[in-house]
């Protein structure tokens, strides 16, 4: 073998390794929503109904797992308490929104609420367990802290649901598909914060200073990174977007004091679909969870969806392991 064809080889394997996991994705999405709609025998309106519902929910769906992926890729736990959080956060607007103020106005005020609770739950429960590389501490942590909130809201609220009255009534039309405008602005909503975060990640120092402790946290605290500190705030900032995603569901959800549970499961699923750590990897997993859960309501109705969901999941694992954007470890 030539050295001029070893390099070549070498090249394509790099390219192909390369390819960016969005292109066959968007194909295989692309391809299948094809079928669904030329011999999927389904009214093709009641199909662009599913699709638009479904990116609608895969946009929230993504925003809660963004938190819960940025914790584990910089923490390295799985946050338990993810689900419970954003029960929190919803009953912080519905609370505020009882007392006169408009619900995407409460929702920015419970954002610097969540974040101030994210960094304090890290800074008095967890940072010893996490410095110290403990794995079983922080599960069992945040297990006992979802507990905890979901009781209290109990004791304070009550079990009977409650509801808040969307301030925007009325709907939009999509290629000839319904999409309620509160469901539209929480899509909107969750697309921006994404983009941010992203653009905080990538373009600033706080964000510098989290790439590196995920990357390598004794590196890291060799170069004077206060690791403590980013544990603290990347804690921080997983609460605040589950603040964001509660807010902006809000309207359209009945409260209960375990409503966030049923996000938890698919946060997690949604996590490990799109490579752990991944920020990217978790707002494409949402949007295709999203979409496998409404357009396959239409062939499995009730639960059963949620078994193509997992069987999706699965699929993923067996020719992805790392999930679509995670690294080979």
């Known amino acids: 073998m030539t050295a001029a064809t070893s390099t070549a080889e070498k090249t394509g394997k790099k390219s192909l390794s390369g390819l960016n996991p969005g292109i066959p994705v968007a194909a295989a999405i692309v391809v299948i929503m094809a079928v669904i709609y030329l011999v999927g025998g389904k009214d093709q309106g009641l199909v662009t109904q599913s699709v638009v519902s479904g990116l609608l929910l895969g946009g929230v769906y993504a925003l809660i797992s963004v ?3 940025l914790i584990f890729g910089v923490l390295g736990i799985v946050n338990f308490a993810q689900g419970a959080m954003l029960t929190m956060a919803m009953y912080i607007v519905y609370a505020l929104s009882t007392a006169g103020l408009p619900v995407y106005l409460a929702t920015l005020l419970a954002v610097p609420v969540m974040f101030l609770f994210g960094m304090v739950v890290q800074a008095t429960l967890l940072t010893k367990l996490t410095v110290s590389g403990s794995h079983d501490g922080p599960l069992l942590v945040t297990l006992g802290l979802s507990l905890l909130i979901i009781n209290v809201l109990l004791m304070i609220f009550g079990g ?3 509801s808040v009255q969307a301030p925007i009534d009325g709907s939009l039309d999509v290629l ?3 999409a309620a405008w509160p469901r539209v602005i ?3 909503g969750a697309a921006l914060v994404a983009v941010a975060l992203t653009a905080v990640l990538k373009r600033t120092p706080l964000g510098l200073s989290i790439r590196a402790v995920a990357s390598n946290s004794e590196g890291a605290k060799l170069v004077g990174v206060d690791i403590g500190r980013v544990y603290a705030l990347t804690f921080g900032i997983g609460a605040a977007c589950v ?3 509660g807010g902006l569901m809000t ?5 209960t004091p375990s409503v966030g549970e049923q996000f938890t499961i698919l946060a997690f699923v949604i ?3 799109g490579g752990l750590g991944s920020v990217v990897g978790a707002m494409v997993g949402g949007l295709v969870i999203g979409l496998v859960q409404t357009v396959g309501a239409l062939y499995l109705p009730g639960t059963g969806s949620l078994i193509l969901v ?3 999941f699965v699929l993923v694992l067996f020719l992805k392991p790392e999930g679509l954007y995670g690294a080979r470890r």
């Open 67 to 69: 938190g819960l992926t």
């Open 160 to 162: 009977r649901p409650q």
């Open 176 to 178: 000839g598909a319904v």
């Open 186 to 188: 929480a899509f909107i």
């Open 243 to 245: 603040a964001v995603a």
């Open 251 to 255: 309207p359209f959800t009945s409260l």
């Open 271 to 273: 996590v490990v679909l």
């Open 310 to 312: 997992f069987a999706v």
